[in-house]
C-alpha cells in the first residue's frame, strides 16, 4: 500500500508565494508520473501540473509562468511553487502519483488534500 501526505497549504495575501509538497511512503518500487489538482468550490477538479519521469512537465494555461512543479526521486517527494497567486488559485489542491506496479501497468494514488486560500 502506498501513502501520500500532502503539507504546504494555507492563507496567503494577493501576490505571494506558497510550496506545496507530498511525499509517497509504503511499498515503491518506481514512480511514473507525478502531478498535482485543484479543485475550487462548485468546480470539477482540474489539472494543475504534471511532471514525467523523465523530468519534462507541462502546466495548465492559468498557472503557466507562475507556477512551478518539481520532484525529488530519492524521497519520493513532488513539490508545487505557486507564486504570484491570484484570489481564483483558491482551491484544494491534490497530489496525484502514478506508481509503476509492473512492466505494464501503474496504479493511481491521491493525497488527502491540502486548502490553499488566497485573499485579495
Known amino acids: 500500500q502506498v501513502q501520500l501526505v500532502e503539507s504546504g497549504g494555507g492563507l496567503v495575501q494577493a501576490g505571494g508565494s506558497l510550496r506545496l509538497s507530498c511525499a509517497a511512503s509504503g511499498i515503491i518500487f518506481s514512480i511514473d508520473n507525478m502531478a498535482w489538482y485543484r479543485q475550487a468550490p462548485g468546480k470539477q477538479r482540474e489539472s494543475v501540473a504534471r511532471?514525467?519521469?523523465?523530468?519534462?512537465?507541462n502546466y495548465g494555461d492559468s498557472v503557466k509562468g507562475r507556477f512551478t512543479i518539481s520532484r525529488d526521486n530519492a524521497k519520493n517527494t513532488v513539490f508545487l511553487q505557486m507564486n504570484s497567486l491570484k484570489p481564483e488559485d483558491t482551491a484544494v489542491y491534490y497530489c496525484n502519483v502514478a506508481v509503476r506496479v509492473s512492466k505494464w501497468s501503474t496504479r493511481d494514488y491521491w493525497g488527502q488534500g491540502t486548502q490553499v486560500t488566497v485573499s485579495s
Open positions: 511532471i514525467f519521469s523523465e523530468g519534462s512537465t
